[in-house]
């Protein structure tokens, strides 16, 4: 994802491919305000941005992973050095090679020379987590929370979010005729 940093030691017109996530922006933010990560924080993904900005590169694997808007499977991602693989739970994965198609146009995952990156590829996730074991708790979670909200119907029948609350503020819904 594009990032942008900004501050007074923050060399400018300075850049780098290094990936980073949103997990990132917690200890970044800490580190730019002066505040120590709070002893439950200590072992949270994510690493300051600093030192990037000073030319260190970060040299890890960027993660992400989906489980939302009413996909029947998670998906996760692994971003390392110029290769992207996306892993999805009972589906075919994919591989692409970033620096040869940006745009992400040439899947690589069955090509039999990419074989070795995608098992190194393969293997970086597997040190994050089981795929297949978090996506299964995934949907649990997300059967639990329909489920206290009056299951499937009900939740569908409150329409969709018109709106994203702040702490304090009730989310509003719209239903499929537009009305609030």
Known sequence: MPLILAGPEVPIGQSTNDPVTLVD??????????????????????RSLWSIAGG??????????????????????IRHGAHKYIHYVGEEPQLFDLAADPF?????????NSVEIRERMEALLA????????????????????????????????????????PGEEPRFESGDGHQ
């Open 104 to 112: 992400e146009t040439i899947d690589l995952a069955h090509d039999p």
């Open 25 to 46: 922006c917690h200890p970044t933010i800490l580190e730019a305000v002066g505040v120590e990560a709070e002893s439950g924080d200590t072992d949270l993904p994510g």
């Open 127 to 166: 040190e994050i987590l089981d795929p297949d074991e978090v996506d299964a708790r995934a949907k649990a979670d997300q059967a639990a929370l329909v489920s206290s909200h009056g299951g499937r119907e009900a939740v569908l029948s409150r329409g969709t979010f018109v709106n994203s609350p702040v």
């Open 56 to 77: 260190e590169p970060l040299g890890r694997a960027a993660f992400s992973e989906y489980h939302a808007v009413g996909t029947t499977r998670g998906s996760f991602m």
